[in-house]
């Protein structure tokens, strides 16, 4: 079964008897293996019990399918529930997968954990079509995700922080949960044990921009028109040596998935119906801040952006000038465009 974001935060206390395995995936592999092991110690309180864990390994998984199906019927040596705990798993485990969700015997719970799997795969297929299965997304936080997640673990080391400080937190942690907890766990041991509150010094002294950078982040901050946010990107990928062109491809892509949207909605679908026919769909966290920008970009004037990247990609190839200035120019230009 699906499971929708509002209903994650209350499955990680409580996952009912009559689930039998959960799956937990996503870009985000930080935030999965979290999840994940909160899920696990439900069952299990110390995930290194060999009497009340199982962890079969994939290669095992692979060569014999009912492995899973055994450790499930299992009777647990100390009592309660047992957990069958499955990391990194693929397609190679659906099969053992569907063995163990179809059987009746023993009341274990399976745990998999799986990487940015698609909708099209026959392991996620399998835990969103049973209705004794959970299957949990885990994409990337966004500011929302940074700022809960900033509150908890301070909140959790009796600390607690001056806005200021919130607010240099969430703009310089990453969208890689592993990597923010991380950042969060070193502030926590710099201010030592006997609490107080975290400042903003504290925060820059312990904290650096370790907010992982991606080109589609750059192409989204042009076409929602956020200059503020572009600058700061454009120094990161600067620093960080990232190539021109592969930049201007990047948001000529996302233009030409905006142009084919208008075209829909010049044809007279609204602009829901016109993004559901993109293909691949959009993300389903993206589509709100999607729809606005085929509100914000009539057609005419994603034409004109497509033409503007193009030419600038030729000037990059073909002038001495710096190719970064260049695009950066026309990145600029087209950011003020959707303003």
């Known amino acids: 079964m699906k499971v929708k974001p509002r209903d994650i935060q209350p499955l990680l206390k409580s996952v009912g008897k009559n689930v039998r395995a959960v799956l937990v995936f ?135 922080a001056t806005q200021d400080a919130v607010a240099y937190l969430v703009d310089n942690l990453g969208s890689d949960r592993m990597v923010s907890r991380g950042e969060l766990d070193k502030l926590v041991l710099y201010k030592g044990a006997e609490g107080g509150q975290v400042t903003i010094a504290d925060a820059e002294a312990c904290v650096g921009d370790t907010a992982a950078l991606g080109l589609n982040q750059i192409a989204e901050a042009v076409t929602a028109g956020d200059l503020k946010r572009l600058e700061k990107l454009l120094e990161r990928a600067r620093t960080a040596g990232e190539n021109a062109i592969a930049i201007l491809r ?20 609204s602009a829901g119906e016109a993004l559901g026919k993109l293909r691949p769909p959009v993300f389903y966290a993206e589509r709100d801040r999607f729809q606005l920008e085929l509100n914000r970009w009539q057609t005419r004037k994603v034409e004109q952006a497509l033409d503007i990247l193009m030419e600038a990609e030729l000037d990059c190839k073909t002038t001495g000038n710096p190719a970064d200035v260049i695009c950066a120019r026309a990145l600029l230009r087209l950011t003020k465009a959707a303003r």
């Open 250 to 269: 990047t948001l000529q892509n996302r233009m030409m998935r905006i142009h084919l949207a208008r075209g829909h909605m010049d044809q007279g679908m």
């Open 26 to 160: 996503g870009r985000d592999e930080g935030l999965a293996r979290e999840r994940a092991d909160l899920i696990s110690k439900q069952i299990a309180p110390d995930l290194s019990d060999p009497f009340q864990v199982a962890k079969p390994a994939l290669s095992d998984i692979k060569e014999h399918p009912s492995i899973l199906l055994d450790e499930l019927s299992a009777i647990s040596m100390m009592g309660g529930r047992r957990l069958v705990r499955v990391d990194g798993a693929g397609v190679e485990s659906t099969e053992a997968v569907k063995l163990a969700l179809a059987g009746a015997q023993g009341d274990g719970l399976l745990v998999v954990t799986a990487g940015d799997i698609k909708p099209t795969s026959s392991l996620r297929k399998t835990f969103e079509a049973a209705k004794n299965a959970l299957a949990i997304p885990c994409y990337e936080d966004n500011s929302r995700d940074l700022m809960g997640l900033v509150h908890s673990v301070l909140a959790d080391a009796g600390l607690t």
